[in-house]
Every structure is written in C-alpha cells, then in structure tokens.
Nanobody, 128 residues
Framework: QVQLVESGGGLVQPGGSLRLSCAAS????????IGWFRQAPGKGRNFVAT????????YYADSVKGRFTISRDNAKNTVNLQMNSLNAEDTAVYYC?????????????????????WGQGTQVTVSS
C-alpha cells in the first residue's frame, strides 16, 4: 500500500512559480514510477509529467514542457514539481500518482488508469 500526500499548492499571480511536493509513505519508494496529473473544474484528469524510479527519465505534457520540472529524492521519498511561468490555464487540482510499472520507451505513464495509487490533490490557482 502506498500513501501519497501532495503539498505546496496555493494562489500565485500569472508569471509566478510554485513548487509542489509529493510525499510517499512506502518502504520501497524507488520501485515506483511517479506521475503528476491535474484536473481543472469540469474537466478530466490530465497528464502533466512523469519520472522514472531512478529519476533519470522524465516525460512532460507539451503544455508544460520548458516550464515545469519534475524531480525526485528517493532517500526522502519525495517527488517535486517545480512550476514556472504559470498562467491561468495551469489552474487546477494537482495530483501525484504512483505505479509499479517500469518507465520504458513504450510506457511513460500518461494515463490516469495506469496508476494504482493517488494522493488527495493540492489546489493551484493562477490569478491576478
């Protein structure tokens, strides 16, 4: 069983930055691929970024590429999402998710259905 807790959300002005964290309570955190997803009001849950167990491989949605950076610290059981140059379209509840599947050239963890464990989410609001 994996428990995930997101933190770091809040209200930020357009062009600003936020750093989200996902803390996992599991003994073998390094065995899991971690993904970030977001869900805006009235919309589906969409892929944001994912990171392999080692942290050496990452994958981003086109909408955030070049602005967001995903990283992990397996010693601390955390994954971070650094978000820069935020705009109103980034407003959403952000979720981290974990799955035992191995990141590969054919699997990037792009779909919510591929993940077994989810956090409760943290709200990010970009507004002036």
């Amino acid at each position: 069983q994996v428990q995930l807790v997101e933190s770091g959300g809040g209200l930020v002005q357009p062009g600003g930055s936020l750093r989200l964290s996902c803390a996992a309570s599991v003994r073998t955190f390094s065995n899991y691929t971690i993904g970030w997803f977001r869900q805006a009001p009235g919309k589906g849950r969409n892929f944001v970024a994912t990171i392999s167990w080692s942290g050496h491989r990452t994958y981003y949605a086109d909408s955030v590429k070049g602005r967001f950076t995903i990283s992990r610290d397996n010693a601390k059981n955390t994954v971070n999402l650094q978000m820069n140059s935020l705009n109103a379209e980034d407003t959403a509840v952000y979720y981290c998710a974990a799955d035992h599947e191995t990141f590969s050239s054919t699997w990037y963890g792009l779909w919510p259905r591929e993940y077994d464990y989810w956090g409760q989410g943290t709200q990010v609001t970009v507004s002036s």
